[in-house]
């Protein structure tokens, strides 16, 4: 990367052989950080029939101020030389989704000391992401504007407006990785949806890549909204969802520490967490998804749902234990067509046992949840598995009732698979699965929707027990436009199934499968940040041309990048008290 707009952050007072005799390898005599925008208009082999997109595309856009990088540098001008560190840094700024690349390289002087050189590029940090339904003619379902690097800062402001079935939210959301030019990360969203008003806030010090010992959090929700029961899965009706009412208030606050050497470390914590979820009024039927126009729902169907109307409020004392053995390596073609991902392999688990504190609160239990990471590779192949379980027993249980209860689930297993080395084909396949058992609050998957079988909306097939396995081979184009975007295609695969478990108005779907083809584009190019478009039908006797669905996302819609549980999981399955610190995120 040629240097555009040099900024020398420092140079060390004192750089020769004596100073360097202190380090085994030499000091850092200055720090030099080439910070270029989204195009780089000197590079000798960009296209010059685009220049005029080349200039369009940088004025339009703030680059990342040099201080926003070099507060994330776990190095400055006067330390001893630690590849180690250089690494870390240049991770730690590949994990800012508003820079496309980041690149630190180091040059031996002649007294044997270092420049460090470190090199970014911008991403397009400007998005207007809109909700456009195809399945039974256009139909609009919302927007959403945010910029993820305001005037250059690194913090994001978006604003949003969404509708589809039970969801109706609008609001304001906020984040930055540098609060107050700390390493600490806030995060606050406020709003209201079509049961109320929502307030989200988060305050997190994370570890500091593999060189951190500490790492902190507090969050704060209080949520009012619909839980949407899909009532009949028919394909030619709209469903009629039953919607109970609920308010959602949680607090927590926890401190993790970290013990070992770098790759290889265990982790021990605590935390404390409040949490009451209410049902403030009677249960809704919207009938034939009339979500204007409900009305009171019968008592036969308020009693199908009895068991899982179980009102909470508990605080309770986390003990966070954990063990990790894990390296990192860099790959490309994964989630994006050519950016650049940092990539996990060795194994992670972690554990967290909270007790309820009676006294401060009205339920007394015991909740637990495991966490497991893996990551192999073979030659350019790669495989990644996460899984999590959770489970509750409450100690207040009546004699003979089971106390067990609240029990969740979800597993996912990906591979990426490269037919040789200069191929532009990249083969994904996932198998992932996810239920509840005993569950007594609510609780209810479907089997349709951008994580399910893609070809069927997200309202299919209601269950509470459900696997999906996904082939994908997703091809880099490398034209029309190489030097401006990305191009590529998408063939895919799903199939699935769902159980009625123990979830209120469950069945047994059967095997489900759909099959379709899709663009995906990323600017600028080298990207990590995609978008798709896809057509998808599902695989009937009675399919015709006609039946397919058109769908438009950000992102993939799995992979390293995204959560492990899709929304219709994570509504129901209760957040871990150290959130992503538990889960070493």
């Not at 703030?62 to 870390?88: H, K, M, N, W, Y």
């Not at 939210?169 to 540098?178: A, E, I, N």
Request: aromatic residues 10%.
């Amino acid at each position: 990367m040629a240097l555009g707009t040099v900024l020398l952050i420092a140079v060390a007072a004192q750089a020769g052989a004596g100073a360097s005799a202190e380090c085994d390898d030499g000091r850092i005599a200055r720090v030099v950080i080439d910070n270029v925008s989204i195009f780089e208009e000197t590079d000798p082999d960009r296209d010059r029939r685009f220049n005029w997109a080349y200039t369009t595309a940088n004025a339009l856009h703030f680059r990342t101020r040099a201080s926003v990088i070099q507060r994330e540098l776990l190095f400055e001008p006067g330390d001893c030389f630690d590849a180690i560190r250089i690494d870390e840094s240049a991770r730690l700024l590949r994990e800012m989704t508003f820079l496309a690349d980041a690149e630190i390289r180091a040059e031996r002087r002649g007294d044997g000391d270092w420049d460090v050189i470190v090199e970014t590029r911008d991403d397009w940090s400007t998005t207007l992401d809109l909700r456009i339904r195809f399945d039974q003619g256009l139909a609009f379902e919302g927007a959403r504007l945010y910029e993820q690097n305001v005037l250059g800062t690194g913090h994001e402001v978006s604003v949003f407006y969404f509708e589809r079935d039970v969801t109706r939210d609008y609001g304001l959301s906020l984040y930055t990785p540098q609060l107050t030019g700390t390493r600490w990360d806030l995060a606050a969203a406020v709003g209201r949806s079509r049961a109320g008003t929502f307030v989200r806030q988060e305050l997190a010090y994370p570890f500091v890549g593999e060189i951190g010992r500490w790492a902190g959090r507090q969050a704060y929700i209080r949520e009012d909204y619909f839980f949407d029961y899909v009532l009949a899965d028919d394909p030619d009706l709209e469903a009629s969802h039953l919607l109970v009412p609920m308010r959602d208030k949680a607090f927590d606050v926890a401190l993790v520490r970290r013990i070992g050497s770098h790759g290889h470390s265990s982790l021990v914590g605590a935390g404390i967490s409040y949490r009451a979820m209410d049902y403030p009024s009677e249960a809704l039927l919207a009938p034939g998804g009339d979500y204007a126009n409900r009305e009171t729902a019968d008592v036969g169907l308020v009693q199908s749902i009895e068991d899982q109307g179980e009102a909470l409020e508990v605080v309770r004392l986390a003990m966070l234990l954990g063990h990790r053995n894990i390296w990192w390596v860099q790959r490309r073609g994964l989630d994006s067509m050519r950016g650049l991902q940092d990539i996990r392999l060795g194994a992670e688990v972690g554990f967290e046992l909270a007790r309820s504190l009676p006294a401060f609160a009205r339920d007394d239990d015991l909740a637990a949840t495991l966490s497991l990471y893996t990551g192999l590779e073979s030659g350019q192949h790669l495989v990644i598995g996460r899984a999590r379980a959770d489970a509750r027993r409450d100690l207040d249980a009546p004699r003979g009732v089971a106390e067990w209860k609240d029990l969740y689930g979800d597993a996912e297993l990906i591979a990426y698979l490269f037919p040789s080395e200069a191929s532009t084909h990249t083969i994904v396949l996932r198998a992932s699965g996810l239920g509840g058992w005993s569950t007594r609050t609510p609780f209810q998957l479907t089997l349709g929707g951008e994580r399910g079988v893609r070809a069927y909306d997200f309202e299919r097939f209601p269950g509470g027990h459900r696997v999906v396995f996904t082939l994908e081979d997703r091809l880099y184009l490398g034209f029309p436009f190489r030097d401006v975007l990305d191009t590529g295609t998408t063939l895919l695969l799903d199939a699935g199934r769902i159980w009625a478990g123990d979830a209120p108005f469950g069945q047994d779907s059967g095997w489900r499968a759909a099959a379709g083809l899709g663009l995906r584009g990323a600017f600028p190019a080298g990207s990590r940040a995609t978008f798709r478009l896809d057509v998808i039908w599902p695989i009937e006797r009675a399919t015709q041309l006609g039946d397919f669905r058109l769908r438009f996302s950000f992102g993939e819609p799995f992979g390293l990048l995204r959560p492990l549980a899709d929304h219709g999981f994570l509504r129901s399955r209760p957040g871990a008290v150290a959130g992503r610190l538990g889960e070493f995120r």
